[in-house]
């Protein structure tokens, strides 16, 4: 006999995680929820979190501590989650600068930063403990084949080949889903021609709960504060210089590191392990079908110096919850098209909005163009200067504005293609 769900979600991470605590704690008992893992997960050996110097990190905005308060997870994360109070966002070699203060806007965080694998284990810790979700793991979905009613999906398990049968199936495999492309669903790639370095650094100074967001002629770099002093740094650049920097003993690569931020945290005194990956964003050109969502990095994957990725897709997750949560209590199928059209309606703008902006920002802020250069720093001063342009810049930030104002949204929109046209 085969096995049937109301909805199966194919990928355990962060936003697969997130999904499935929020739809059990939305839907009726009665309704059945899988979440299908690829990884093999590590037995829990004891109570108690071990952190890692080069574990990464993920930013996390306001938006995004409300969003898990309301699933009963942000006592637990908030335990190794240090907030960001402050965001300072500067242009190497140019006059501009805006400062951003959380006391300025009431709230007490203008975001949070944690460790991927805290996030990770608080997560996946509740997935295990709720009763109503079966967790299958290891496992790999080899095939879906879309039905009328329900789709099959094949699966390749321990013990060998296994079919199951769901309403609905959310594919949150990640960017590189190979399901999206068995299914023929397409996407959108822009190649940023980057490449991130992704390490923590331990500087001199305190961080003292800010975090830096710094502009140069290689391309974007963050410095986000983690619990402990330490910072984890985002550095994007060339991918062939990139390459060579990778390959740099530590003591060489602090110095360049300092070189193109600064001393505003002191001397960088220690780097953990370097990770570094190409850039580009990646937008999927159909987000539901009959029976399917493609949901989190299957969805949009964004320029990682902002920190908007993750936070959209939870975004995603909260009004898919909710969507699918009226449906059913309207006794709808919830893999009806009508159903998941409404959801992917609901997000059109702030989607459309967030990815848009991401993306201007960094080509605006990547263009070496004297004139341009003169024009954004302006722009960087009349935000720190005005509260009204600074408020929807932070309201953005912290994940509390569904985009930013139209305005301004064109105001950037229109830098950008000066920028690329002068190129």
């Given at each position: 006999m085969q096995a049937r769900y109301d909805i199966v979600i194919v990928g355990g991470g962060m936003v697969g995680a997130t999904l499935a605590l929020g739809l059990r704690r939305a839907l009726p008992e009665s309704r059945s929820i899988a979440v299908i893992e690829a990884v093999d997960l590590p037995e829990e050996s004891s109570g108690t979190w071990q952190p890692s110097y080069d574990a990464r990190s993920s930013a996390l905005s306001a938006g995004a501590k409300d969003i898990f308060a309301s699933l009963g997870l942000w006592d637990a994360i908030s335990q190794a989650a240090e907030?960001?109070?402050?965001?300072h966002v500067s242009d190497r070699g140019h006059f501009g600068v805006a400062r951003m203060h959380a006391h300025e806007h009431g709230v007490p965080a203008l975001g949070y930063v944690a460790d991927n694998s805290w996030l990770g284990q608080v997560l996946l810790s509740d997935v295990k403990a709720t009763q109503g979700i079966d967790l299958l793991c290891p496992v790999s979905v080899k095939q879906i084949l879309p039905e009328v009613d329900d789709s099959?999906?094949?699966?390749?398990?321990?013990?060998?080949?296994?079919?199951?049968?769901?309403?609905?199936?959310?594919?949150?495999?990640?960017?590189?889903s190979g399901l999206s492309r068995k299914l023929g669903i397409e996407s959108d790639v822009a190649e940023y021609g980057q490449k991130a370095i992704v390490a923590n650094i331990t500087p001199a100074k305190h961080h003292n709960g800010v975090a830096y967001e710094r502009f140069t002629d290689e391309g974007p770099m963050a410095l986000l504060p983690r619990p402990g002093g330490d910072c984890a740094l985002v550095w994007t650049m060339p991918e062939q210089l990139a390459d060579e920097r990778l390959e740099l003993v530590d003591e060489d690569f602090l110095a360049e590191l300092q070189d193109r931020f600064g001393y505003r945290v002191g001397r960088f005194k220690k780097v953990g392990e370097r990770f570094a990956y190409p850039l580009a964003l990646k937008t999927a050109?159909?987000?539901?079908?009959?029976?399917?969502?493609?949901?989190?990095?299957?969805?949009?994957?964004?320029h990682p110096v902002a920190g908007q990725g993750f936070n959209l897709s939870l975004r995603d997750v909260q009004t898919l919850i909710s969507t699918l949560a009226e449906a059913i209590e309207q006794q709808k199928n919830p893999g009806s098209l009508e159903v998941l059209k409404s959801y992917q309606q609901q997000r059109e703008k702030d989607q459309q909005q967030t990815i848009g902006f991401s993306d201007q920002v960094v080509r605006l802020f990547s263009n070496n163009n004297v004139a341009l250069?003169?024009?954004?720093?302006?722009?960087?001063?009349?935000?720190?200067?005005?509260?009204?342009?600074k408020n929807r810049f932070a309201r953005q930030a912290m994940g509390l504005s569904q985009g930013m104002n139209t305005g301004f949204q064109q105001n950037v929109s229109s830098h950008a293609r000066q920028g690329e046209q002068a190129q």
């Open positions: 907030p960001i109070l402050d965001i099959t999906l094949t699966l390749d398990a321990p013990g060998g080949e296994q079919i199951l049968n769901a309403s609905l199936v959310i594919l949150a495999d990640g960017g590189r050109r159909e987000q539901v079908r009959p029976g399917l969502v493609v949901l989190g990095n299957a969805a949009h994957s964004l250069a003169g024009a954004r720093n302006f722009g960087l001063v009349a935000m720190d200067l005005l509260y009204p342009i």
